[in-house]
C-alpha cells in the first residue's frame, strides 16, 4: 500500500518561530508537492520537487522554503511563522508514471499564535 | 491558462437521491483528469481517474463520472447517497505536462436524513 507520512498531524507554534514540517513518501515518485488549504480558496500550491535538490515555486511561496535532499523526503519551511500562516498543510507525491495522479498525506493543521 | 471549474461550493442532496457534482476543465491538450475525495481533517484520496481509456470512469464507494471531450467535462455522480458521502470533493486536471495538477475550487457534499 503505497504511503505518504507527515511529521505532525497537529501543531502550534508561536510567531517568529522557524517551523519544520515534513513530508515521506514509500513510493520511489520523482515528483512532491507541498499544499495549503485554506476555507473557500481550495488547494494551493506553494513548492514542488521534480528531483532530488531541485524545486520549483507554485502560486504562493512567498514566506517559504523547502530542501529536498533525498528522493523520499520533501521539508517544508517556515522561516518565521506568521499568524496568516496558521493553514492546513498538505504533501503530495507522484511522478510520471501515475500520469499525474497524487498520493496524499493526512495534512498537518498549523496555528500560529 | 489551463483551469478547472467546479459548479457550486456546497452541494446539499437528501440521502438516497442522485449525487451529481459537476466539473468543467479548460486544456488544449487531451488531459487527465481526476476526483478527490476529502473526509474532515484528513488529506486527500482518489475517488476515481480518466487517462484517455474508457470514458466512463467507475470508482471507489459507488461514484463513477463520465468524459466529455465535446463539453470539456468530468461531472462525478452516484444514484444514492449515503450519509458516509459527506465530504469535499475536488475535481483536478493534469494537462501532461511536468505533472502538476490544476484543481478546482472543491465542492462540500451536505447529505440531509
Known amino acids: 500500500d503505497v504511503k505518504v507520512t507527515q511529521s505532525s498531524r497537529y501543531l502550534v507554534k508561536r510567531t517568529g518561530e522557524k517551523v519544520f514540517l515534513e513530508c515521506v513518501q514509500d513510493?520511489?515518485?520523482?515528483?512532491m508537492f507541498w499544499y495549503r488549504q485554506d476555507p473557500g480558496l481550495g488547494l494551493r500550491l506553494i513548492y514542488f520537487s521534480y528531483d532530488v535538490k531541485m524545486k520549483e515555486k507554485g502560486d504562493i511561496p512567498e514566506g517559504y522554503s523547502v530542501s529536498r535532499e533525498k528522493k523520499e523526503r520533501f521539508s517544508l519551511i517556515l522561516e518565521s511563522a506568521s499568524t496568516n500562516q496558521t493553514s492546513m498543510y498538505l504533501c503530495?507525491?507522484?511522478?510520471?508514471?501515475?500520469?499525474?495522479?497524487?498520493?496524499f498525506g493526512p495534512g498537518t493543521r498549523l496555528t500560529v499564535l | 491558462a489551463q483551469s478547472v471549474t467546479q459548479l457550486g461550493s456546497h452541494v446539499s442532496v437528501s440521502e438516497g437521491a442522485l449525487v451529481l457534482l459537476r466539473c468543467n476543465y479548460s486544456s488544449s491538450v487531451p488531459p487527465y483528469l481526476f476526483w478527490y475525495v476529502q473526509y474532515p481533517n484528513q488529506g486527500l484520496q482518489l475517488l476515481l481517474k480518466?487517462?484517455?481509456?474508457a470514458t466512463l470512469v467507475k470508482g471507489i464507494n459507488g461514484f463513477e463520472a463520465e468524459f466529455k471531450k465535446s463539453e470539456t467535462s468530468f461531472h462525478l455522480t452516484k444514484p444514492s447517497a449515503h450519509m458516509s458521502d459527506a465530504a469535499e470533493y475536488f475535481c483536478a486536471v493534469s494537462p501532461g505536462s511536468n505533472y502538476q495538477l490544476i484543481w478546482g475550487a472543491g465542492t462540500k457534499l451536505i447529505i440531509k436524513p
Open positions: 503530495a507525491g507522484g511522478g510520471g508514471q501515475s500520469r499525474g495522479e497524487q498520493f
Open positions: 480518466y487517462t484517455s481509456a
Open positions: 513510493m520511489d515518485h520523482e515528483n
